[in-house]
Structures are given as C-alpha cells and as structure tokens.
C-alpha cells in the first residue's frame, strides 16, 4: 500500500476536549499529524478541522469511518491534493538591512508576493501564502541573508466538488421526525439489565 499525502477535512461541534479525542485516534493508530487548522465553517456553531497526514487510502478511509463515530463529529471528508484548493501562510523576520541594500531579496519577495506587516529600523515582517513547496523555496533563499524567524500556518483547503456542509445541514433540518416512535425496553429495567 503506497502512502501518499491526504488532506482530512473534518465538519464538528464546538465542544471541549474533541481536540483531545481526535488527536488520540490518530496516536492509537500511531499516525503524525503533519498539519492541523481549526476555524469556524460556512454554518454558525459548526466548525472546521483541516488535518493533512501522509498514509496509505485504506488506512485514511477506515480513519474517516472513526472520526465519524465521535458524537461530535458531523461528517469526515478526505482528499488528495489534486481534489483540493489549499494554502499555507508564512511570516519571516529579515533584517532591514538586507532588503533595503540589496535589491535581489526585494525582487525575491515581490517574487513570492510576499507582503510588508511591520517596519522597524532592526528587522522587517513579511507575510506570504501559497504551497509548501514556494514558502521552503521562500525560505531557503532568506536563510541566504540572514533570516531571523520564520513561521508557517497550517493548511487551510476547499474541497473542489464539495456543496460544503451548509447544504447537509438545511436538509436534515428539513426532515420530518420520524412518524414512528421507537421505545427502549429496557428503559424501566434498569436492576434486571445491569445486574452482576
């Protein structure tokens, strides 16, 4: 089974200590979490989990099957990167110096449409978005001139062929309840059921 890089994309409740249970289905299963974002989706009070791991399709469909059994957890969708649109977003702190007097690392960031967020007289903030591959390129480059730091956000993606869950949403809603009640037997027969 090859192992290749999927994105996981997970609709939830906003509840406490699901980030907990989710992280410990995947270390059951002794899988690394490469990347994980969390937000608020298009539906108030649903909210978004966003997990890149590399592993086989089998093993990421089996997982998909778990994570839908947690109480909080509305819908498990995953993907290749083909199937999505995503990002990454960046920060690095260069050394003011260096954009100012050489004018290659200026081109370099226009280049990577990186973006001015702060100006100080020591050091300049710069922040950029697009795929791993052009924030390590990105990167890689800087560290020639002396980076100072440098952060990346986590993915965050859109599945391509994707309603989103807003549309799952309006038709449960529509539902009618069911016209049959179903009763529990055991409800009134709690010392004969749980006995030792």
Known sequence: MEKKEFTITLYTENSVGLIGRIAGIFSRRKINIESLNTSPSEVEGIHRFT?????????????????????????????????IVWQEQALYKVP?????????????????????????????????????????RLTEELNKYGLIEFVRGARIAIIKNSAGIHQKV???????????????????????????
């Open 96 to 136: 003011a110096e260096v954009v100012t007097e050489k004018v290659y690392v200026e081109r370099l960031l226009r280049q990577y449409g990186a973006s001015t967020v702060v100006i100080r007289q020591d050091y300049i903030v710069f922040e950029t978005a697009g795929h791993r591959e052009e924030i390590d």
């Open 170 to 196: 309006l038709q449960f809603e529509n539902r009618a309840p069911s016209p049959t009640i179903v009763e529990n037997e055991f409800l009134d027969q709690r010392d004969h059921v749980f006995t030792m």
């Open 51 to 83: 997990l890149v791991i590399t592993e086989s399709e089998e093993i990421v469909r089996k997982l998909c099957r778990q994570l839908e059994k947690q109480v909080d957890v509305m819908k498990a969708y995953f993907n290749t990167d083909d199937e």
